[in-house]
């Protein structure tokens, strides 16, 4: 049993309040099908996903460069959850930069959109909704990925959910973006949904666009007051 509930409904309400706010990023789609295999345009690919995302990976030149190396090579790689681990492991030992935390965030998109489709997305807010959810206290190990790809599938499991990685990664990006600014509204998130989180708030639940009822319904504030 899940330690905060979430049902497939809310999965359904985060994947059309996606759709209707036109979040996809389509470049990313127009990449694949121009270059459909891993190693085709990696620099390109690199580039977008570090923009487009903002995963803030610097130098971006230099990872792209080991990234076109590794996938090039020939040499086998997993495509599990497997080689995000490994490949943030062998860009930290390149030793470009003293954070190596952040990427996590750049290998795990990338790995996504280019390599593997069924790798889940980890970024701050996903990593956080799926703890609240699992009832887990937050740490950073060196398997901080395999964690989170465990704990994603955990999730699916006890909430039996019937979503895939996109699905699921819609609701956990724009509800923890959103209760991360219930618990601190200064706290700097992605401008247009703090606008869309603001009109919800200042909105009587009778006078709601069908947005704001879809948003509501997603973040489950119609049936659970009890913040995260």
């Known amino acids: ?9 809310q999965i359904q309400a985060a994947c059309k309040f996606w759709k209707d706010g036109h979040w996809e990023v389509e470049a990313f789609a127009q990449l694949r099908q121009c270059f459909p295999k891993p190693q085709e345009a990696v620099t390109l690919k690199a580039v ?8 803030g990976v610097r130098p971006i030149a230099r990872v792209a ?3 076109e190396k590794r996938l090039g090579s020939g040499s086998p ?11 943030v492991k062998e860009i930290a030992d390149l030793k470009l930069t003293k954070r190596d935390n952040h990427y996590h965030v750049f290998v795990s998109k990338f790995a996504h959109f280019f390599i593997n489709p069924d790798l889940p997305i980890l970024d701050q807010y996903s990593e956080w909704m799926v703890e609240q959810h699992l009832g887990l206290k937050h740490s950073y190990d060196s398997d901080r990925y395999l964690k989170f790809a465990k704990n994603i599938q955990r999730l699916k499991e006890e909430g039996t959910l019937t979503c895939d990685c996109d699905e699921l990664d819609h609701y956990l990006w724009i509800a923890g973006e959103y209760w991360s ?48």
């Open 181 to 228: 600014w219930k618990h601190n509204p200064k706290k700097p998130i992605y401008t247009e949904l703090r606008d869309d989180f603001e009109r919800l708030e200042k909105t009587p639940e009778t006078e709601r666009t069908e947005s704001q009822r879809t948003l509501a319904e997603l973040l489950g504030i119609t049936v659970r007051s009890a913040p995260l």
């Open 65 to 67: 460069q080991y990234l």
């Open 77 to 87: 790689y997993p495509t599990g959850p497997e080689l995000v681990s490994d490949f």
């Open 48 to 55: 977008a996903v570090n923009t487009l995302y903002s995963a």
């Open 1 to 9: 049993m899940l330690a905060k509930p979430l049902t497939n409904s």
